[in-house]
């Protein structure tokens, strides 16, 4: 299984939506949407995103020599 972690591209806000759909190997867009979706629900939602912004660590920037 892959590691979850935020990539440094395809982000569009803090890339916890494209992380979560490259480990579980579905479409960012997928994710994103169910996100929205959950949002019309009472929850903490946001709380929840920023959370895992803040946990979920960055991908690594290979070093230029």
């Known amino acids: 299984m892959n590691t979850l972690y935020r990539p440094t591209s395809g982000r569009v806000l803090g890339g916890v939506c ?3 759909a490259q480990r579980f190997g579905w479409s ?6 169910l996100f929205l979706l959950s949002c019309l629900l009472p929850g903490p939602q946001f709380i929840a995103y920023i959370a895992m912004w803040i946990i979920i660590p960055s991908e690594l920037k290979p070093r230029q020599a």
Do not use: H
């Not at 960012?28 to 949407?33: F, Y």
């Open 28 to 33: 960012a867009t997928t994710v994103r949407v």
């Open 18 to 20: 494209a992380g979560l």
